[in-house]
């Protein structure tokens, strides 16, 4: 079972501490207590079930790209095809600080697309 807690810095925001493989993981939150209990909650579940992943540094724009490129061509209308490409370009201008671990599938047309059918098959 998966242990951490929940510390509150000196700037009023709060923290959590967890461990994946006897590493020590720290994540800032925010201002609030219950939201890091829910972050925290969250964090061990991912690491019980084995679904936590390491962040990356990857942008949107460059996995968006290895995504559509990985794409076949075959199995992609072509009006998808020239949304998707669209939709990384669109990407490719946003400020350097947009990661892929931060976005949320309804900022893209092609993260939201991905959930819905996987065209890896």
């Not at 964090?43 to 942008?59: F, N, Y």
Request: net charge positive.
């Amino acid at each position: 079972m998966a242990r951490g807690s929940i510390i509150k810095r000196s700037s009023g925001n709060y923290a959590i501490v967890y461990y994946v493989d006897g590493k020590q993981r720290w994540e800032t939150i925010g201002p609030s207590r219950r939201e890091a209990e829910r972050a925290l909650t969250a964090r061990k579940r991912e690491v019980d079930t084995g679904t936590w992943r390491e962040p990356s540094s990857e942008t949107l724009a460059s996995y968006a790209e290895r995504w559509l490129a990985h794409r076949d061509p075959a199995r992609v209308s072509g009006g998808c095809a020239w949304l998707f490409a669209f939709d990384v370009r669109r990407l490719q201008d946003q400020p350097a600080g947009s990661r892929f671990a931060s976005a949320r599938p309804a900022n893209s047309r092609i993260a939201s697309n991905a959930g819905r059918r996987s065209i890896d098959r």
